[in-house]
């Protein structure tokens, strides 16, 4: 019911900044909580930020004061403004949502974006 799609991923060197965007669509008749998730290999999938309809974010202690959450709910995108990349952040940013559809509320998860951090 609901398809998520990233972009904005890339290679990056170690300081620098990159925008992550996540565009829902499908029959979605409320997206209550979007977020960004990332995955090394090896490690388990970590939560690094999310916010809500009315835009409260909540950010990994790791991400806060670097990273910044925002969404156009016009356009059900969500956005992850990343500046100070470091190395050890390198990793799989995946999109997730929490929507509404006519099958109830489920997550959906986008296909993941790569972002290479260089040293």
């Known amino acids: 019911q609901v398809q998520l799609v990233e972009s904005g991923g890339g290679l990056v060197q170690a300081g620098g900044s990159l925008r992550l965007s996540c565009a829902a669509s499908?029959?979605?008749?409320?997206?209550?909580?979007m977020g960004w998730y990332r995955q090394s290999p090896g490690k388990e999938r970590e939560l690094v930020a999310t916010?809500?309809?009315?835009?409260?974010?909540n950010y990994a202690d790791s991400v806060k004061g670097r990273f910044t959450i925002s969404r156009n709910n016009t356009k059900n995108t969500v956005y992850l403004e990343m500046n100070g990349l470091k190395p050890s952040e390198t990793a799989v940013y995946y999109c997730?949502?929490?929507?509404?559809?006519?099958?109830?509320?489920?997550?959906?998860w986008g296909q993941g974006t790569q972002v290479t951090v260089s040293s």
């Open positions: 997730n949502t929490d929507a509404i559809t006519t099958r109830g509320t489920s997550r959906y």
């Open positions: 499908g029959s979605i008749f409320h997206i209550a909580v």
């Open positions: 916010i809500t309809f009315g835009g409260s974010a």
